[in-house]
């Protein structure tokens, strides 16, 4: 996260990629649905809102699974900010 708020978009992407082979390796629902929201803010500050609205879509089915409200929250204000930026 700190690396995508110094705009190195590449890097976090990356490090994200990373993170979230690591939490399906270990089957950690709560931290593969983070991550997939943490992509999709990456993607959505890169202009591929496609790759973005994925991203979160997947952390909301996740955290929706798991009945994380505060996860689900943060994947439908992420899916919000990109319908704004779409208009």
Known sequence: ????????????????????????ML??????A????NLGTTYRRM?????????HFNGLKLSDSINNSHSSAIALNGIGNICLWEI
């Open 34 to 37: 983070r991550t997939y929201n």
């Open 47 to 55: 202009d591929e809102f496609s790759m973005a609205m994925n991203a």
């Open 1 to 24: 996260t700190r690396l995508r708020n110094l705009s190195r978009y590449p890097s976090s992407l990356f490090l994200h990629e990373e993170a979230l082979r690591i939490a399906k």
């Open 27 to 32: 089957n950690n629902t709560m931290f593969i």
